[in-house]
C-alpha cells in the first residue's frame, strides 16, 4: 500500500511515528511532504526566536501518549540546546525534538521517502461508475508529474492568517507574526508599531519586538483587547458528569442530540466536585491587564484547577461538541468558545510578569475598542470606539490568527481551495471541511466517505473543535493510524 503524509507539522509527525510502530509498517510505502523550512517541524514549532515560549510546561510536553516527560527526557539527553530556566522552553526547541524523529526514522526505513516540497494538487481520476479510489498527488503545475497513492493523510497545519482589514500588500503591512526574527526585517528604527491582536501570537511579537525595536511604546490592540490567562497549577481532572455514558442517556430523550443546557448542567456540577466558583472565574476580568495578570498570578491553584477543567472539556469536546444541534452549536459560539479560547491557552507566569513591567516601564500600551483600520498615505490609521481622533502608525502587524472557513481562503491555502473545487472535500458550516468526527475520514461531496483520506488537524476545525493542542492531535493521530492497519488487513486479504 503506497501512503502519502502532507505536511510534517505535530499531526504529520505524529502519524509517522504511530505507523512506525506497527509491525506491518514495512508493508508500506511511505512518501511524507513538506517544505524545506517546515519539514519535520510545521509552522508554530518553526525556527524562531528563543524569546517564544511554549505555553506548556516541558515536563507536559510530549508526543506519546503514554509519557508525558518525553519531551523533557528528550531535551536532557541532547547537547545542541541548554536553557537556564527549562521550566518552559522555547517553541523551537520542540520543533527540533519532533525532527530529530522523523530524522531517525528516515535513516532506519528503506520504504520511508522524505519529499521537501510542497504539495499544489491532490486530485482522483477514476472512472466513471468506479468507487475504490486512486489518490494522485503533484508538486508542481505539471499534470503530468504526479505520484499515485493508495492511502492519504491530509494534515497541512493551520490555515493562513486572516486579514481583517484588507491591507494585504500594504506598504509596512505584516501579515503573519512568525517567524518573529523577520518581523523588523523592512522597519525602521523611527517608525511606530502597532500589534493586531491580543492573543498568544500577540504575546511572542511583544517580547521579540521590544526587545529589538528602538522605538517605543508599541500599542497591542483588538476590540476586546482581552489576554490570554495566566497558567496556573494543573491537576488531574476525572469526570464524574460530563461523560459520554451521561450524554448517550440524554440522547435517547432528546432526539439524538444532547441540548446545550443539559450540558452546561453537567459541566457545572463538575465545577462544584471540584469547588470551583464559576462566576468568578468565568467574570474575573476588570479590564484592567495588570490588576488581572497580577489576578491570576496571585491564585495559581484556584485558576489551574479552572483551567485544568476546561483544558479536560476541550480533550473531550469531538463528542461533546458533535452531540450538539446545529442550533446548539451556534449557541455554543457565542457563549462559550472565547472563555476556552482565554483559559485554555494560558501564557507562562514569566510572560505575564513581563507584560506587566512592559506596560509599567511604558514600553506597552494596551488598547482596546478597535473598529478600523485604513490605510493612507503610507500610514495605518486606526479608529477606536467612541473616539474621533485616529491614531496613526507606520507599521501593523497582524497577529490575529488563522483562518478557519474555507469561504475565506485566498492563494495562501491555493491546495485546499483547490480540493474543494474538484469536489475532493466540502466546507464545513461551523469551519474547516467536513469529515467523520469518529474516523477524521474526509467526506466528499462528489465520491461520498472517503474511506483512505484522513484529515487531521486545524483543517477539521467544525468537527474537531477547539481541539488543536497537541495531546489532542496525538490522539487524533493514534486512532486514524490504527484504522489505516486495519484497511491494509484488508488489501493484504484482497490481494492473496
Not at 15 to 22: D, F, P, Y
Not at 452 to 459: C, D, L, P, R, Y
Amino acid at each position: 500500500m503506497r501512503v502519502a503524509i502532507i505536511g510534517m507539522g505535530t499531526a504529520g509527525v505524529s502519524v509517522l511515528r504511530q505507523l512506525v510502530k506497527n509491525a506491518d509498517f514495512k508493508k508500506l510505502k511511505v512518501d511524507v511532504y513538506d517544505n524545506e523550512v517546515n519539514m519535520g517541524q510545521g509552522v508554530p514549532f518553526q525556527n524562531d526566536s528563543s524569546q517564544l515560549l511554549i505555553n506548556l510546561p516541558t515536563k507536559n510536553m510530549s508526543l506519546n501518549l503514554d509519557d508525558d516527560e518525553e519531551f523533557w527526557k528528550w531535551y536532557q539527553n541532547q547537547n545542541e540546546f541548554k536553557f537556564d530556566n527549562p521550566k518552559y522552553l522555547p517553541r523551537f526547541v520542540f520543533g527540533h525534538y519532533m525532527r530529530s524523529y522523523l530524522s531517525d526514522y528516515a535513516a532506519m526505513y528503506d520504504n520511508l521517502n522524505v519529499i521537501n516540497k510542497q504539495v499544489h494538487e491532490i486530485f482522483t481520476n477514476s472512472d466513471v461508475d468506479e468507487t475504490t479510489l486512486k489518490y494522485y498527488v503533484c508538486t508542481s503545475e505539471d499534470m503530468s508529474q504526479w505520484k499515485e497513492y493508495d492511502y492519504i493523510f491530509l494534515t497541512i497545519g493551520t490555515f493562513s492568517y486572516h486579514d481583517p482589514y484588507g491591507l494585504k500588500g500594504k506598504k509596512g503591512y505584516i501579515q503573519t507574526p512568525y517567524p518573529t526574527y523577520h518581523t523588523l526585517d523592512e522597519v525602521k528604527e523611527t517608525d511606530n508599531i502597532a500589534i493586531v491582536g491580543t492573543g498568544l501570537a500577540s504575546l511572542d511579537v511583544v517580547r521579540y519586538v521590544t526587545s529589538h525595536h528602538p522605538k517605543l511604546p508599541i500599542t497591542m490592540t483588538s476590540r476586546s483587547a482581552n489576554l490570554p490567562s495566566v497558567r496556573g497549577n494543573m491537576v488531574e481532572i476525572d469526570f464524574k458528569y460530563l461523560t459520554k455514558e451521561k450524554f448517550n442517556e440524554i440522547k435517547t430523550e432528546h432526539y439524538g442530540n444532547v441540548p446545550l443546557e443539559k450540558a452546561f448542567e453537567l459541566f457545572k456540577l463538575e465545577c462544584d466536585l471540584y469547588n470551583v466558583k464559576l462566576d468568578k472565574m468565568v467574570h474575573r476580568r476588570t479590564g484592567d491587564t495588570i490588576k488581572d495578570l497580577q489576578f491570576d498570578l496571585d491564585r495559581p491553584d484556584e485558576i489551574g484547577i479552572f483551567q485544568s477543567i476546561i483544558e479536560n472539556v476541550k480533550e473531550n469536546l469531538n463528542w461533546i461538541w458533535n452531540s450538539f444541534s446545529r442550533s446548539d452549536q451556534k449557541e455554543f459560539d457565542k457563549r462559550f468558545t472565547k472563555i476556552i479560547q482565554l483559559n485554555s491557552n494560558p501564557m507562562p507566569p514569566r510572560t505575564a510578569r513581563l507584560i506587566i513591567d512592559l506596560i509599567n516601564d511604558g514600553s506597552l500600551i494596551i488598547k482596546k475598542g478597535l473598529e478600523d483600520i485604513k490605510y493612507e498615505d503610507n500610514l495605518f490609521n486606526l479608529k477606536f470606539k467612541d473616539e474621533a481622533e485616529v491614531h496613526q502608525y507606520n507599521v501593523v502587524i497582524n497577529s490575529t490568527g488563522s483562518k478557519t472557513h474555507l469561504s475565506d481562503l485566498d492563494e495562501d491555502d491555493q491546495l485546499v481551495l483547490n480540493l474543494e473545487n474538484r469536489q475532493i472535500v466540502q466546507a464545513h458550516p461551523m469551519g474547516g471541511i467536513q469529515i467523520i468526527p469518529e474516523t477524521n475520514q474526509v467526506i466528499s461531496p462528489r465520491y461520498g466517505t472517503l474511506h483512505n483520506m484522513i484529515a487531521i488537524g486545524q483543517v477539521t476545525n467544525g468537527v474537531n473543535k477547539l481541539r488543536n493542542g497537541v495531546k489532542m492531535i496525538v490522539t487524533q493521530a493514534v486512532s486514524a493510524v490504527n484504522y489505516l492497519y486495519e484497511v491494509q488487513s484488508e488489501f493484504d486479504h484482497e490481494s492473496s
